[in-house]
């Protein structure tokens, strides 16, 4: 079983959770006291599972591409791409308007992390107006939301109800948002992936199914 698993994270968590990477390796999440005959026995129960997810992200995993920041290259916006144009005169570093992004071409050296600052602005408003439908939807409040930069960890939900979600979601379409959203905010009552939770997710946002799917396929596409 060794072999199989990648890596060990140890938390203050309750429960043991396996997590596949968009590289197919097997990263298990355990209590900081799980002891290593359980974490195997886990691993041995669900084999199949992680079998068939490897399987399918070897078939159908891309790597990252940086982005290079030239004229007419594209940029994903809510889901869907927009080309950049490199311009001599404005006022702003980087400005979305009329179907495509404007960068002045003085701040080409800081492209990416201008780039970065415009996400998160946008996801932190976008985000906040999302998490405030859905959470009047169920009738569940968390504590405090936060925007993070997370890769593969899109979105998560603290022992403490609060709610942090990456800056490159803003990249994926609003349903992809709107899930990971019913997913972080399902795990205020339910602190785990039982069927119970995924339950709570349907009832919440019930074709959840498909955007999931959508982020196991484009999972690499979310990065400057």
Not at 117 to 129: C, I, M, N, Q, T
Not at 143 to 154: A, E, P
Not at 178 to 190: G, M, N, Q
């Amino acid at each position: 079983m060794d072999g199989l698993i990648h890596n060990i994270i140890r938390t203050k968590r309750k429960t043991i959770a396996l997590q596949i990477t968009p590289e197919a390796k097997l990263i298990v999440r355990a209590p900081a006291k799980a002891s290593i005959a359980a974490i195997h026995k886990i691993v041995r129960e669900k084999l199949s599972w992680i079998i068939k997810k490897q399987r399918f992200i070897r078939a159908n995993y891309r790597p990252p591409v940086e982005k290079k920041f030239v004229e007419g290259e594209n940029f994903l916006y809510l889901g869907r791409p927009y080309g950049l144009s490199i311009v001599k005169e404005m006022k702003e570093p980087l400005v979305f308007e009329c179907g495509r992004f404007l960068l002045h071409e003085k701040y080409l050296s800081a492209a990416k992390r201008i780039f970065e600052s415009w996400y998160k602005k946008e996801a932190g408003k976008f985000f906040r107006s999302r998490i405030a439908l859905y959470s009047e939807i169920c009738g569940l409040k968390y504590n405090k939301f936060k925007i993070t930069g997370g890769r593969r960890r899109l979105g998560s939900c603290s022992a403490k109800g609060a709610i942090n979600l990456s800056w490159r979601l803003i990249m994926t379409p609003v349903e992809v948002i709107d899930y990971v959203i019913a997913h972080e905010l399902t795990h205020l009552k339910e602190h785990n992936h039982s069927k119970d939770f995924w339950r709570g997710v349907q009832s919440l946002y019930p074709d959840y199914k498909k955007t999931r799917a959508w982020l196991k396929a484009n999972n690499s596409l979310l990065t400057i």
